[in-house]
Structures are given as C-alpha cells and as structure tokens.
C-alpha cells in the first residue's frame, strides 16, 4: 500500500500543509488533484485517510478524513546519547512487537544506499553502519540526510508502519555500546554473518538457546565487501553476537544483508 509519509502535525482543524519537497512529491509525482484521497502516515505512527481540500502553486492542505491505524515508530535518533530514549518515545503503546536491528559495515556508497532502502521495505527497525577496518574510504558522515530522504522514499512506496531510521556511522565498539545499552535485555537475541563455516559452524536455530523468551530486539550485523576483520569479530562476539554460517554460496554484501533479514523476519518476527 502506497503512502504519503508526513513529517508535520495535524492542525486542530485536522489539516496539515504541505510546501517544498512534498509538495512537489505530491503534486507533481503523485499529481493529487482537489478533491483525492490520500493515506497519510503522521508523525506519531497513526496512518490516516486525507483528502486535498486546496491546491495551490506552491502549497497543498490535506484534510483528515478517517483515522485508519495506529501504528509503530522505530527508533528516531541520530546521535549515541538521545537514540534509545527517542525511540522508547516513538514506541510508546507498541509493546509485544520485536524490533529488528541491523548493524551493517559500510560497503561502497552506492551499495549501502541500496542495503538502507531494502531494509526499510523489510521493516527494519534500526539500521547502524559501522566504519569497519574493511570499510572503503568515504565521508559517510553527510550521507545520513540521504539516507533518511531514501527511508522516506522507501515508507512511502512499501507502505511501512516502521518508522525505520538510519544512525550515523559508529566504529564496532560504539555500536555494541549502542546495542547492549539500547537493546531490550534479557530478550534479545544478535548474530553475526559469516562465510567461513569452520568459524561459525551453527545455523541461526542452532544459535539460538533452548528455553529463552521469546526476543523484544533481533540484531543481525553484516560485513561488507571485504568482510569483518577478527578483532571486529572479536567485539561483536564478546557483546553477545553469534556466528552464524548460511549454507549458501558467497554473498554481495548487499545480498547477504537482504538475505540476512529475511532468515531472521522468518524465525522471530
């Protein structure tokens, strides 16, 4: 289900008005004529049924129509001190639905904006790039607003209730600081792709401890083109990340990081 992902209040009127960019996405991509109806995803994660009630040249009203549903918000943040907290903001009312974390070492720009908009399609939770020992050069630091106008894209053409957003890029030890202090422990679960099967020679079921409750939080970190490095590993491993080996052949970065999410939404969500 296409939709239009608002990032303005309703008024108390229950209108919003929509100028720049989004006014061009809808009049001019979407062509919303007077009188359209419209599903509109707010702020707070409620999707509604708005109608164009005035068009003009630079600036468009929606008019709400019907609440449709309230649904979740991921985690909303940009920096390591405000993330957790805004997201337990955003998620508020939304307890019993796992949230899926994917902490993925930079690739080459291009594949990590591709890997962003999978993910967000997927429903992905929270996407942490991290700058790996492997990781190309590049100033991924002015990359996140691209990142967050590809997410927005993605919502809108999926339809996704998650409010996906993308952190800015963190070395290995400070996105595991991010994981073991943001995470709902103790139910989580974390697993670490990897391609040598002698080094991780478990599946993500036989990864997975008997008897555990059933996780709030499900992270899967992937490598990227030239891999984790051992002492990368080394971190994932001692803040709980299991090796785990698909039975497959070697995987592009952006395929493993695809794939990786479909085997977890699988098993856990």
Not at 146 to 156: F, G, L, Y
Not at 179 to 202: I, N
Not at 223 to 240: K, R, Y
């Amino acid at each position: 289900m296409r939709q239009f992902v608002c990032s303005e209040n309703l008024s108390p009127s229950g209108t919003v008005r929509i100028t720049g960019k989004n006014y061009r996405y809808l009049a001019r991509v979407l062509r919303l004529a007077q009188g359209d109806v419209i599903d509109v995803r707010l702020p707070d994660g409620a999707l509604c049924s708005m109608k164009a009630k005035r068009i003009e040249k630079d600036f468009l009203i929606l008019e709400k129509t019907e609440s449709l549903s309230s649904m979740e918000s991921g985690v909303s943040a940009h920096s390591l001190e405000t993330a957790f907290d805004a997201a337990q903001k955003d998620n508020a009312g939304t307890t019993g639905q796992n949230r899926l974390w994917l902490f993925q070492f930079l690739p080459r720009q291009q594949k990590m904006d591709l890997i962003v908009r999978q993910a967000t399609e997927c429903g992905v939770f929270a996407i942490v790039p991290i700058i790996g020992d492997y990781s190309t050069k590049g100033d991924y630091e002015r990359r996140t607003d691209r990142w967050d106008r590809i997410v927005t894209e993605a919502r809108q053409q999926s339809g996704s209730s998650t409010a996906t957003k993308v952190f800015e890029p963190l070395t290995a030890e400070k996105a595991m600081e991010l994981w073991k202090t943001s995470a709902d422990a103790p139910q989580k679960h974390a697993f670490v792709l990897h391609e040598d099967p002698a080094y991780s020679a478990k599946t993500v079921a036989e990864a997975v401890s008997t008897g555990t409750d059933e996780p709030r939080d499900i992270a899967i970190a992937v490598g990227c083109e030239g891999g984790i490095s051992p002492n990368e590993m080394q971190i994932l491993t001692e803040a709980g990340f299991k090796p785990v080996h698909f039975v497959t052949n070697v995987l592009r970065a952006e395929t493993a990081a695809l794939y990786g999410i479909a085997v977890i939404q699988q098993m856990f969500i």
